[in-house]
C-alpha cells in the first residue's frame, strides 16, 4: 500500500491564481481530511468528507473548495490564492467512523507571492 | 466544546534524558487522546492513543503517555531521549458528536542535543 499520497510536493503561485492538490489513498478509508499547518497554530481542518459524494466544512474553509467523486480521491482547489494561503497542506484520512486514528500523507509545501 | 493545550512550544532535552511533553484537554465527551509525531518534512504518524481501558498506553518508539483524569491531563514521556527523537509533537482530542474528527494542540517542537 503507498498509504496516503499528495501531489505536488512544492509550489509556488502568485496571488489570483488557482490550482488543485491532489490527494489520493489506497486503503479504502471512508473518512479524508485537509488541514492547514501553519507556525505555532497547529493544524486546521480545511473541508472533511466521510463518504465519497459527501463533504463538510471545517473550521478554515472561505477560499477553498472539495469534492469526493471516488473514495480514493479528496483533491483540493484553490480557488484564487492569496498570500494568507501560504502554508503547509496536508491530507488524512481515517478508515470509518469508528476509527480516529488518522494517516497522514507527506504535505504539499505552497508559497502564494 | 473540546481543547487542547500543550504546555511548551519548544522543549529541549540531553541524550539520555528524560522525554516529558506536556497535554491538557478540555472534553465534554469522555475523551479519545492522542499523540501524533512528525518528523522534518513529513506528515503526522500517530505514537499512541488512549480511549478506554488501562490508562497508561505505550506506543512506538519507547513513548508511553498516561491519562490522568483528575487532573485533564495526557503527558508524553520516555525514560532515556535518542537523536532520533528530535521532532514535533502534537496531542489531539476526538471532536465527539457524528463526526469522528481530531482537534489538535499547537505542537512542541522537541531538541536532542548530545
Known amino acids: 500500500n503507498a498509504g496516503v499520497t499528495q501531489t505536488p510536493k512544492f509550489q509556488v503561485l502568485k496571488t489570483g491564481q488557482s490550482m488543485t492538490l491532489q490527494c489520493a489513498q489506497d486503503?479504502?478509508?471512508?473518512?479524508m481530511s485537509w488541514y492547514r499547518q501553519d507556525p505555532g497554530m497547529g493544524l486546521r481542518l480545511i473541508h472533511y468528507?466521510?463518504?465519497?459524494?459527501?463533504?463538510d466544512q471545517g473550521e478554515v474553509p472561505n477560499g477553498y473548495n472539495v469534492s469526493r467523486s471516488t473514495t480514493e480521491d479528496f483533491p483540493l482547489r484553490l480557488l484564487s490564492a492569496a498570500p494568507s494561503q501560504t502554508s503547509v497542506y496536508f491530507c488524512?484520512?481515517?478508515?470509518?467512523?469508528?476509527?480516529?486514528?488518522?494517516?497522514f500523507g507527506p504535505g504539499t509545501r505552497l508559497t502564494v507571492t | 466544546a473540546q481543547s487542547v493545550t500543550q504546555l511548551g512550544s519548544h522543549v529541549s532535552v540531553s541524550e539520555g534524558a528524560l522525554v516529558l511533553l506536556r497535554c491538557n484537554y478540555s472534553?465534554?465527551?469522555?475523551?479519545?487522546l492522542f499523540w501524533y509525531v512528525q518528523y522534518p518534512n513529513q506528515g503526522l504518524q500517530l505514537l499512541l492513543k488512549?480511549?478506554?481501558?488501562?490508562?497508561l498506553v505505550k506506543g512506538i518508539n519507547g513513548f508511553e503517555a498516561e491519562f490522568k483524569k483528575s487532573e485533564t491531563s495526557f503527558h508524553l514521556t520516555k525514560p532515556s531521549a535518542h537523536m532520533s527523537d528530535a521532532a514535533e509533537y502534537f496531542c489531539?482530542?476526538?471532536?465527539?458528536?457524528?463526526?469522528?474528527?481530531?482537534?489538535f494542540g499547537t505542537g512542541t517542537l522537541l531538541a536532542v542535543q548530545p
Open positions: 488524512a484520512s481515517n478508515r470509518d467512523s469508528s476509527s480516529y486514528e488518522q494517516y
Open positions: 486503503m479504502n478509508h471512508e473518512y
Open positions: 468528507s466521510v463518504g465519497a459524494g459527501i463533504t
Open positions: 472534553s465534554s465527551v469522555p475523551p479519545y
Open positions: 488512549y480511549t478506554t481501558g488501562a490508562t
Open positions: 489531539a482530542v476526538r471532536k465527539g458528536g457524528a463526526t469522528n474528527k481530531l482537534i
